[in-house]
């Protein structure tokens, strides 16, 4: 009887560990739809001001170079990849791989936060160069901020696995880190669309 209690003790334990886990992830999820408003709000703006304006670039300025954005792109969307099987590792519990992964991601979204700098540090027109320029800086730097958050909560994830025991109440750090960083991706890609592609 007593070994009957301990099991369904047990399994009511896992049970709630498991909603918990659903809440917060349900929570994560939210917080992100807010981010999408967010975006969507940019995105429509800048679709409006770039259909109306007369002069919609800043003087002396004819377009933006794709070679360089188009790199960071496949590299920025190639890093979603990388962090699934991160995730994938992990539910192996193969640690080593994870951590390589992991790592191996921050890389890849550190090469393009580098890629970015470098080229606003060679573009001809700042924030008050018009609404192009200031719609250019607002809505590459809120990304690029967001790119930023992502690499820090995979240091995060990262240095927790470290820890013995981290991941006995579930996966919910990496889980939300990888559908954050694909929502960061996503979002890029829609940038690139209408920024770079649609000149």
Do not use: C
């Amino acid at each position: 009887m007593d070994s009957s209690i301990s099991s369904e003790d047990l399994q009511s334990h896992h049970s709630h560990e498991h909603d918990e886990e659903g809440n917060k992830m349900f929570g994560f999820i939210v917080f992100l739809l807010s981010e999408s408003v967010i975006f969507l709000s940019f995105f429509a703006g800048y679709i409006i001001y770039k259909t109306s304006a007369v002069n919609w670039l800043p003087t002396g300025v004819s377009g933006l170079a794709i070679k360089e954005p188009t790199i960071n792109t496949v590299v920025l969307v190639a890093s979603s990849f990388v962090i699934y099987f991160a995730e994938k590792a992990l539910e192996r519990h193969d640690f080593k791989s994870y951590r390589l992964l992991l790592f191996l991601t921050m890389i890849m979204g550190g090469y393009f936060l580098y890629g970015q700098a470098v080229e606003w540090s060679e573009l001809e027109f700042g924030f008050t160069s018009g609404t192009f320029g200031g719609m250019f800086y607002l809505l590459t730097g809120f990304h690029g901020l967001h790119v930023f958050t992502g690499i820090l909560l995979q240091l995060i994830v990262l240095l927790r696995s470290f820890i013995p025991g981290n991941f006995d109440n579930g996966h919910f750090g990496i889980n939300a880190t990888s559908l954050f960083w694909h929502f960061v991706d996503v979002i890029w890609i829609i940038l690139f669309l209408l920024i770079y592609v649609w000149q």
